[in-house]
């Protein structure tokens, strides 16, 4: 009988621990869709990497400023488009110019996404040349 009693704790204490980290354990969510059609390629899920980035931190949710910044800067860098947003104090950039970025990066890379590649050292490479390049 003792040994029958230990058991149903061992048990009872098993699925307590497992039903605690299943609630704490919550799936993430997938990212949310791409209002657009999106150039195919290889350079496309770089892009949507970064663009997700981007549209996270233009609607108020969850980001990194290392992640907003480096999207920042590699959509600046390939498109030769730059931000008209500049950082707050703490680093942030008002969520509608975030838009406005985003839409104006949009709307390049849906004329120039599909000619993009990534060259042999990872670069990418297809674009149009920047003004005073």
């Known amino acids: 009988m003792a040994r029958s009693k ?37 350079v496309a899920p770089l892009w949507d990497a970064r663009r997700i980035v981007v549209l996270r931190a233009s609607k108020g949710k969850t980001f990194t400023l290392r992640q907003l910044h480096q999207s920042i800067a590699f959509f600046e860098e390939l498109t030769c488009l730059e931000s008209d947003g500049q ?7 008002p969520k509608q110019v975030l838009r406005s970025d985003l839409k ?14 990534i060259d042999d ?7 149009p040349p920047c003004p005073g390049d």
Do not use: F, N
């Not at 699925?15 to 150039?39: N, Q, T």
């Not at 950082?87 to 950039?93: K, R, V």
């Not at 050292?121 to 674009?127: E, L």
């Open 87 to 93: 950082p707050g104090p703490y680093g942030l950039i």
């Open 104 to 117: 104006r990066w949009d709307s390049w890379y849906l004329q120039h996404g599909t000619a993009l590649s």
């Open 6 to 42: 230990t058991r149903t704790r061992a048990l009872l204490a098993g699925m307590v621990a497992v039903a605690a980290l299943a609630a704490g354990c919550s799936r993430p969510k997938p990212p949310e869709p791409l209002p657009e059609a999106r150039p195919g390629g290889e």
């Open 121 to 127: 050292r990872g670069a990418i490479v297809g674009g």
